[in-house]
């Protein structure tokens, strides 16, 4: 098993919509979370941590973490086209030392 | 504004002719990494520190060497470069603590013939 697992994609939604990124992690003692966006090319961007339990939420980005389900997902509400990107789940191993990523999932957001 | 910088940007080289890439922060982070990216594996962290003079193996440091003798300054050295180290190279600065933040370099890419 993965430490950090997403599916790879692609994920394609309309211009307008809502879309849904998943990703799960197997270290238990993970207290911090993140999502990066990666443009082709380009390096990683930071745009969402969490580190509670429950829904935290930053304009169009919503972040949610459910520690007992090992699980963290990404919403991106009113999708654009310049939201297509790779997105990367990262999660900080419990001595917070060591940052392990998923394989990260393609967007692909259509006009 | 804060920013990590990498040098060289590309690197095309010979197997065995030992390498170093460069890579510094401006924002007086106390962790540093190198991560490499494949297609299909995702990034993967070959080294981390923690502070100057402290340094710890990521999940794959064979083949790489790094060292922290400044605050500032993370290079990443390749003593005997093999094709199998042919990636995209990303050195990464992180703030530590409640809200933190980590900021990734602009990316190295690296060809090993």
């Known amino acids: 098993q993965k430490e950090v697992e997403q599916n790879s994609g692609p994920l394609s939604v309309p211009e307008g919509a809502i879309a849904s990124l998943n990703c799960t992690y197997s270290d238990r003692g993970s207290q911090s979370f993140f999502w990066y966006r990666q443009y082709s090319g380009k390096s990683p961007e930071l745009i969402m941590s969490i580190y509670s339990n429950g829904d935290k939420e930053d304009g169009r980005f919503t972040a949610q973490l459910n520690k007992a389900s090992q699980y963290v997902s990404l919403l991106i509400r009113d999708s654009q086209p310049s939201d297509s990107a790779t997105y990367l789940c990262a999660v900080l191993n419990t001595g917070g030392f060591k940052t392990i990523f998923g394989a990260g999932t393609r967007l692909f957001v259509k006009a | 504004e804060a920013q990590v910088t990498q040098n060289p940007r590309y690197l095309i080289t010979v197997t065995g002719k030992k390498l170093t890439v460069t890579c510094s922060q401006n924002?007086?982070?106390?962790?540093m990494s190198w991560y490499r990216q494949d297609p299909g594996l995702g990034l993967r962290q070959i080294y981390y520190?923690?502070?100057?003079?402290?340094?710890d193996k990521g999940d794959v440091p064979e083949g790489y060497k790094v060292s922290r003798k400044e605050k500032r300054n993370f290079p990443l050295i390749l003593e005997s470069p093999s094709p199998n180290q042919t990636s995209l190279y990303f050195c990464a600065s992180r703030s530590g603590g409640a809200g933190e933040t980590q900021y990734f370099g602009p990316g190295t890419r690296l060809l090993v013939l």
């Open positions: 924002m007086n982070h106390e962790y």
């Open positions: 520190s923690m502070n100057v003079e402290v340094t």
